[in-house]
């Protein structure tokens, strides 16, 4: 047995019934679409330190697309919210401001969580700012945020409970 399937007609002009599956098409497109690095940043977890008497929120960037990542695309960041790098080993690593749009400070930190150096960088450059010893952490602040708050190298960071 044969069927023969007919569409129902439409009083609909075909011009506007293609725009529309065209706008659905794009929709649907544009909301699969992956989100911005910006927005997916904001999925890390999120550890409260302490430098001092100043408490810190940072965000946790642990592997290395997320080291890799950063703070790119960053448009803002908080008075004292940051970003922890966590290394796989200690080593005298390296970083750069490439696609970051703020100015921002880096302070490394060994082992123990004592800051080694501190180093400013200026927003989407790729000159090299590097720990002067072997780091397995390194926090990014605000441009200035060490120097303003007195925070050296020898100073601790703890990590809150």
Request: aromatic fraction near 8%; glycine fraction near 4%; include cysteine.
């Amino acid at each position: 047995m044969l069927t023969t399937f007919i569409e129902p007609r439409t009083t609909m002009p075909i011009f506007l019934i293609r725009s529309l599956r065209r706008t659905a098409c794009l929709t649907l497109l544009a909301l699969s679409l992956p989100l911005t690095a910006a927005y997916a940043q904001q999925t890390l977890p999120v550890k409260k330190f302490a430098a001092g008497v100043y408490l810190i929120q940072a965000e946790m960037a642990s592997t290395e697309a997320q080291r890799e990542l950063g703070l790119m695309n960053r448009k803002e960041l908080g008075t004292n919210d940051g970003m922890m790098f966590i290394f796989d080993r200690p080593y005298a690593y390296c970083m750069w401001m490439k696609n970051t749009l703020l100015p921002l400070s880096v302070a490394f930190l060994d082992s123990d969580g004592v800051i080694l150096n501190v180093e400013e960088m200026l927003p989407q450059t790729e000159t090299n700012h590097c720990a002067v010893k072997p780091a397995l952490y390194a926090l990014e602040m605000n441009a200035g945020w060490f120097k303003h708050k007195n925070i050296k190298p020898g100073t601790k960071i703890t990590m809150m409970k």
